[in-house]
């Protein structure tokens, strides 16, 4: 045995394109998925495998969406795309393990590799680029860029725009950096940064606005400074 490309089995509405030599598929399936929605599109092994009621989702990609039941609505792109996703909706997940462990959170938007990748059940963020938001699980928050707000867990609200920007944030919420490592060890709360290096050393310091290359690059642990 060698493989034949050229074999395609039809069954329950899949199309399997690719048998071994003992009649097994073992290439690639496409087809409507779990319940044989007619709205849902599957591509790749275990893709939207276990689905039942959910509609209108499109899942390519090995072990993309493999454990939606109930959740419409989403797009899951790459190696393990949504894999854990149960009844989240209206997410858009392109990457390898992007929006890997999400169960039930909703209007989500995560491209890269791991982007937003721990993100359980929150809403409303939107992560792009190399694991953005990687391990947020909290609602709210914009990271953009390679690495943007990689290691925010529970802060809201944030808006990260650069590589590395607020990287080291934790907890911290209402921070708003632009511009390379901007605000990148913060982990305090209300902060402008505009700017490459921006208040980078800024940690636990609140209330502080730099604008321009480096400004407040100095500055560590104060507040409400300018």
């Not at 050229?6 to 097994?24: D, F, M, P, R, Y």
């Not at 867990?153 to 907890?171: K, P, Y």
């Not at 940064?193 to 940690?203: E, H, K, P, R």
Request: glycine share 18%; proline share 1%.
């Amino acid at each position: 045995g060698t493989n034949d490309m050229t074999k395609t089995i039809w069954h329950q509405n899949e199309i399997g394109v690719g048998l071994n030599s003992t009649g097994a598929l073992d290439s690639i399936l496409i087809g409507k998925g779990g319940g044989g929605i007619a709205s849902n599109v599957r591509m790749g092994p275990s893709a939207l495998s276990v689905n039942t009621t959910g509609t209108n989702n499109i899942a390519i990609g090995s072990n993309a969406m493999p454990s939606n039941t109930t959740g419409g609505f989403n797009i899951a792109i790459g190696i393990g795309a949504m894999q854990a996703n149960v009844g989240g909706a209206n997410n858009i997940a392109i990457g390898i393990g992007a929006m890997q462990a999400n169960v039930g959170g909703a209007n989500n938007l995560a491209i890269g590799w791991l982007a937003l990748g721990t993100n359980n059940g929150a809403n409303l963020n939107l992560a792009i680029g190399l694991g953005a938001l990687q391990n947020t699980t909290t609602a709210s928050n914009q990271g953009v860029g390679h690495s943007a707000l990689r290691q925010n867990v529970s802060g809201t609200q944030n808006v990260a725009i650069g590589e590395e920007t607020m990287n080291d944030n934790i907890s911290g919420s209402f921070n708003t950096a632009v511009g390379y490592w901007a605000l990148r060890a913060v982990k305090g709360n209300s902060n402008t940064a505009v700017g490459n290096t921006s208040l980078q050393n800024v940690t636990t310091g609140t209330g502080n606005i730099g604008v321009g290359n480096a400004s407040g690059y100095t500055n560590s642990l104060g507040s409400a400074t300018i």
